[in-house]
C-alpha cells in the first residue's frame, strides 16, 4: 500500500551544524505535507508545513524542501541545537477536505554538544 | 492556554484486563482524534470525531476497542479485553475543526503508555 518512509532512522549532529531530515512519501494524490517534533515522553509538536504548489517554506531555523518530482520532502534545521534533539515525522495529508493524517515512520535527531 | 490533557500518564495492566484513557481537548476544538503509537513509529488513526460523531473509525479494532465523546467534548478510550500487542502510547489530539477544505493544526496530548503484561 502507499505510506510515508524516512531514509534515516538516526542522525547525529554537531551542536551548531544544519541538520536535513529526509523524507520519501508515496502518494501523489497527498496535497499536504506536515512537520513534527517528538520530544520523549510528550506528543507530537507541529513544526512547519507546506502545500503541494509550494516547493519551499521557511520558518524560524526550520526549511521544508518539497520535490514532488520524486516525492521527497526534507526538513532542514539551521544551528541545531540542543533543544532540537528529538524524533521528527513528517506527515501526509490526503486532498478533498478529509482530515486524515498519515505519519512516516520518524528519524531520531541527536545533537552532539 | 491549556493544552490537550490526557489520563492517566501511565497504565500497566494484566492482559484480558479492561483499561480505559480518558482526553480533555482544547476549548472550542470541535475535532477530536485518538492515535495509537508503537515504539519507534509515528502515531496510527484510531478514530476521528467531529463533534459527538465518530466520522473516521475504520482503523479502530472494533472488537475489544470502543470510544466515545458523549457531549462532544471529553472522550474516552476503552479497550475490553486488552492483549499483549495493546502495549503501546496512546495518543489524543484536537484541531478547531476539519469541515471543509483544508488541514487544522492538530494539538496532541502527551499520550498514555499502556503496558500490557
Redesign the interface.
Known amino acids: 500500500g502507499e505510506s510515508?518512509g524516512l531514509h534515516l532512522?538516526t542522525l547525529s549532529v554537531q551542536e551548531g551544524d544544519n541538520s536535513i531530515i529526509n523524507c520519501a512519501y508515496s502518494n501523489s494524490a497527498s496535497d499536504?505535507f506536515?512537520w513534527y517534533k517528538q520530544e520523549s515522553?510528550?506528543?507530537?509538536?507541529?513544526i512547519i508545513?507546506i502545500r503541494s504548489n509550494m516547493d519551499k517554506r521557511q520558518g524560524q531555523r526550520v526549511t521544508v524542501l518539497l520535490n514532488k518530482t520524486v516525492k521527497h520532502l526534507s526538513l532542514q534545521i539551521a544551528a541545531t541545537q540542543p533543544g532540537d534533539s528529538a524524533v521528527y515525522?513528517c506527515?501526509e495529508?490526503r486532498p478533498?477536505?478529509?482530515?486524515?493524517?498519515t505519519?512516516?515512520?520518524?528519524t531520531k535527531l541527536q545533537v552532539i554538544p | 492556554e491549556a493544552g490537550?490533557v490526557q489520563s492517566p500518564r501511565y497504565k500497566i495492566i494484566e492482559k484480558k484486563q479492561p483499561v480505559a484513557f480518558w482526553c480533555n481537548p482544547i476549548s472550542g476544538h470541535n475535532?477530536l482524534y485518538w492515535y495509537r503509537q508503537n515504539l519507534?513509529?509515528?502515531?496510527?488513526?484510531l478514530i476521528?470525531y467531529e463533534n459527538e460523531e465518530a466520522v473516521?473509525d475504520s482503523q479502530l479494532p472494533k472488537d475489544r476497542f470502543s470510544a466515545e465523546r458523549l457531549k462532544g467534548v471529553d472522550s474516552t478510550l476503552k479497550i475490553q479485553p486488552a492483549e499483549l500487542g495493546d502495549s503501546a502510547v496512546y495518543?489524543c489530539?484536537s484541531?478547531p475543526s476539519?469541515?471543509?477544505?483544508?488541514?487544522?493544526?492538530?494539538?496532541?496530548?502527551?499520550?498514555t503508555r499502556l503496558t500490557v503484561l
Open positions: 510515508v532512522p499536504y506536515i515522553g510528550k506528543g507530537p509538536q507541529f508545513d515525522f506527515a495529508n478533498g477536505g478529509y482530515q486524515k493524517v505519519f512516516g515512520i520518524g | 490537550v475535532t519507534g513509529q509515528g502515531p496510527e488513526l476521528r473516521d495518543l489530539a484541531s476539519a469541515a471543509g477544505e483544508g488541514y487544522n493544526e492538530q494539538f496532541f496530548g502527551p499520550g
